[in-house]
T-cell receptor, first 113, second 116 residues
Framework: QKEVEQNSGPLSVPEGAIASLNCTYS??????FFWYRQYSGKSPELIMS????GDKEDGRFTAQLNKASQYVSLLIRDSQPSDSATYLC?????????????FGAGTRLAVHP | DTAVSQTPKYLVTQMGNDKSIKCEQN?????MYWYKQDSKKFLKIMFS???????INETVPNRFSPKSPDKAHLNLHINSLELGDSAVYFC???????????????FGEGSRLTVL
């Protein structure tokens, strides 16, 4: 079992719809979770972080965390073609006194006009 | 000003050759990383340095040798290249080794390595 699992997609949604991206993780002790966006041929960039159970909203983005179910999701409201990218879920894990990010394989989102 | 810069952006080489990738960051961060992203977009950590000291060394063949001359630079040398080494290699940096609640890595543009 991979540490961080995502459906690879592609997830195709029409412009203006809500895109829902899901992620599960295996380490029950994980405390910090992140969503990165990666456009094709570009580097990943951080868009959301979440640490507590529940929802966290930032503009059109909402991150949701359920630690009991080991589940993180990202909702994108009013999806735009410019949101078309691969979304990487990441979990922070301790490693010898330091931390590292473990990434999922990403979900490709395609927003069509 | 580019925050994290890598060179070269593209490398095409034959199996068995040796190649190096260089990375520099001007963000004043103390921790730098090498990640490998394969053709399926899976981004996997390889190494991390904090203030020139190796702190994370994942299960990577010893043909891969990182080197950090100072906290702003991290290089990656690969010996005896194999077909499976073909990937995009990303350099990244962060402050304080992702301590506290931070999770932001600042990535370079990536170096696409193709081994023929």
């Amino acid at each position: 079992q991979k540490e961080v699992e995502q459906n690879s997609g592609p997830l195709s949604v029409p412009e203006g719809a809500i895109a829902s991206l899901n992620c599960t993780y295996s380490d029950r002790g994980s405390q910090s979770f992140f969503w990165y966006r990666q456009y094709s041929g570009k580097s990943p960039e951080l868009i959301m972080s979440i640490y507590s159970n529940g929802d966290k909203e930032d503009g059109r983005f909402t991150a949701q965390l359920n630690k009991a179910s080991q589940y993180v999701s990202l909702l994108i409201r009013d999806s735009q073609p410019s949101d078309s990218a691969t979304y990487l879920c990441a979990v922070r894990r301790a490693s010898g006194g330091y931390n590292k990010l473990i990434f999922g394989a990403g979900t490709r989102l395609a927003v069509h006009p | 000003d580019t925050a994290v810069s890598q060179t070269p952006k593209y490398l095409v080489t034959q199996m068995g050759n040796d190649k190096s990738i260089k990375c520099e960051q001007n963000l004043g961060h103390d921790t730098m990383y090498w990640y490998k992203q394969d053709s399926k977009k899976f981004l996997k950590i390889m190494f991390s340095y904090n203030n020139k000291e190796l702190i994370i060394n994942e299960t990577v063949p010893n043909r891969f040798s990182p080197k950090s001359p100072d906290k702003a630079h991290l290089n990656l040398h690969i010996n005896s290249l194999e077909l499976g080494d073909s990937a995009v290699y990303f350099c990244a940096s962060s402050q304080t080794g992702l301590a506290g609640n931070t999770g932001e890595l600042f990535f370079g543009e990536g170096s696409r390595l193709t081994v023929l």
